[in-house]
């Protein structure tokens, strides 16, 4: 059997500089086990995970229904090509569509391929050859060329041109710069309900619906990219819904799986035909091992009350952070919805994160100035305090 050795993160950083590409920065320290809202090193030092997994794992480190849903079905079935049927991608499939708009499912692996799919399913639906997509300037759709154009942020695209044609990027917002960009070539407009990589930006009154109108005067598709903010991150199953408006298509992945790989697009049947046979496929797509813990990560939110949770979660996150807002003049602005938060500070983020790894929480920093918490859902009020606590502290001494 293949086994892992207790090794330092000395040892294990040495693998990586000699054996994997470093298109990563890394921090020097090698996590070797996790548990709810705590990680530990290899050193068996303890961290206290504001940033589980980047927003994968929402329930936390190894959240125990899902570990045994994995366990149960990886001596079953690991995978089956897509040329077959199998119970759990049906249920999965159907667990998603009961809790959002009641669409159909394509499955795959991760947030660019999920986008990837809505851009080529807004092409073949127009059928008219109509391709422009219009996208938000600071939103992120993922890597590949497709969702990388699609990502109107430069320092993403520097080297790679030419880039795909056909999208067109407005200031979030900004509806009347969106419906100057409107063309007989429009297609789509693709949206993150609240911006994450871009610093968690949460979008004026009535933004989200004016866009709702803009498609259906001009026959477009709506596409939510709800890679980050979906699967109950917000308090709400998705974004959209604390909005009042609905998507024609919209995509999932980081969550989704409870912290397995896993993506997901979403679209009314009527939409879905224009997704014909042969025309677009993941040889791993919506795969067993995914289904279970997918399925799993749903009925732990719903049997652990846990959108109540983050709601009260973010009600807390917001109380603190606004009173540190108060006593330490770096922060500008603080943004939370359940447990999606962001600190603006006035001056570079990069040496709170570090001063937050010194006393062991683990934090992010986006687009420079913006401290970004995406804490798991299940945190204890406890834990959050702890955590808030040296956040303070951290705060503090960056004023000066
Ligand atoms: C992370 C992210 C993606 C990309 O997901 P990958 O799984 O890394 O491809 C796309 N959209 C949003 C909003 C994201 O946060």
Redesign the pocket.
């Known amino acids: 059997m293949a086994t892992i050795t207790a090794t330092s993160s000395a040892e294990t950083i040495d693998l990586f500089n000699r054996y994997v590409i470093p298109n990563y920065k890394r921090y020097p320290i090698c996590l070797v086990r996790g548990e709810g809202s705590y990680v530990w090193d290899a050193e068996g030092n303890r961290y206290l995970d504001f940033f589980p997994g980047w927003?994968c794992n929402l329930l936390g480190h190894c959240p125990p229904p899902v570990v045994e849903a994995v366990q149960d079905q990886v001596a079953r079935l690991i995978h089956i090509p897509n040329t077959w049927y199998t119970e759990p991608q049906g249920l999965w499939a159907k667990a998603l569509s009961e809790r959002s708009f009641g669409g159909q499912a394509f499955f795959c692996n991760?947030?660019?391929?999920a986008?990837e799919a809505a851009i080529k399913l807004a092409r073949l639906h127009s059928q008219k050859g109509k391709y422009k997509i219009v996208t938000f300037l600071g939103g992120?759709?993922?890597?590949t060329m497709a969702?990388v154009t699609a990502t109107a942020q430069p320092k993403y695209h520097e080297g790679l041109e030419p880039l795909m044609p056909g999208f067109v990027y407005a200031p979030f917002g900004d509806l009347d710069a969106v419906r100057r960009l409107i063309d007989d070539e429009t297609c789509a407009i693709m949206v993150?309900p609240i911006q994450?990589?871009g610093g968690v930006q949460i979008p004026p009154q009535g933004f989200l619906k004016g866009l709702r109108e803009l498609c259906d005067k001009h026959g477009l598709l709506l596409i939510f990219?709800e890679?980050?903010t979906g699967c109950g991150r917000t308090g709400k199953w998705f974004a959209y819904q604390h909005f009042d408006v609905t998507p024609d298509v919209m995509t999932l992945?980081?969550a989704v799986c409870g912290g397995l790989a896993g993506?997901a697009m979403l679209t009314t049947p009527e939409i879905a035909k224009s997704l014909r046979p042969g025309m677009h496929a993941s040889t791993f797509g919506g795969n067993c091992l995914a289904a279970r813990a997918g399925v799993a990560a749903l009925e732990m939110i719903e049997s652990e009350n846990l959108l109540a949770h983050a709601q009260r979660l973010g009600a807390i996150f917001k109380k603190r952070l606004e009173e540190m807002r108060q006593k330490h003049h770096v922060i500008r602005e603080v943004r939370v919805l359940g447990v999606m938060i962001g600190v603006e500070l006035s001056i570079d983020g990069t040496a709170a994160v570090q001063a937050c790894i010194d006393r062991r929480l683990l934090i992010n920093c986006t687009h420079g100035t913006v401290l970004r918490l995406l804490p798991a859902m299940n945190l204890t009020e406890d834990q959050l305090h702890q955590g808030c606590d040296i956040l303070d502290a951290v705060l503090a001494e960056q004023g000066n």
């Open positions: 927003g991760s947030g660019a391929e986008n992120f759709h993922g890597r969702t993150e994450g990589e990219d890679v980050q992945a980081k993506a």
